[in-house]
């Protein structure tokens, strides 16, 4: 969720303030993550092991879809994001954000995969 100026001053005098910075991240969570949640829930996109129309359902391209559209209101400073696709093969969507400082030389690399196991059957 994009910040507004107001709200960015606000979070930034308070980020001490631990009350007001989980107000803050509930409220964040109810107005736009949960609503992301759940409709990415919705999508029906089981890895390969479990869904051989995998590559030709479309439910990939709409997970991958409401996740990056996701990450973009995010309004991220710096961010870059693509989508990979090889045929055959579950997309990757790759994001980097460059360092906030010119001094920050470290690397943070972080990885999830969006496809789905299905609901616990006899064979899962």
């Not at 979070?11 to 803050?24: I, N, P």
């Not at 996740?67 to 090889?86: D, H, I, P, R, Y």
């Not at 010119?102 to 789905?116: A, E, I, N, Q, R």
Request: net charge negative; charged share 25%.
């Amino acid at each position: 969720m994009a910040l507004s100026k107001i709200e960015h001053d606000e979070l930034k005098q308070d980020a001490l303030d631990a009350a007001k910075v989980m107000q803050y991240i509930e409220a964040s969570w109810k107005k736009d993550v949960e609503k992301t949640l759940s409709a990415y829930i919705e999508v029906p996109n089981q890895s390969p092991d479990y869904d051989p129309a995998i590559h030709t359902n479309g439910y990939q391209e709409t997970a991958y879809k409401l996740l990056t559209q996701w990450v973009e209101a995010q309004n991220v400073k710096g961010l870059t994001m693509q989508v990979l696709a090889e045929q055959n093969r579950t997309p990757l969507i790759f994001i980097e954000v460059e360092a906030s400082s010119k001094d920050m030389t470290d690397t943070v690399l972080m990885y999830g995969h969006f496809d789905k196991q299905p609901p616990l059957t006899e064979d899962w």
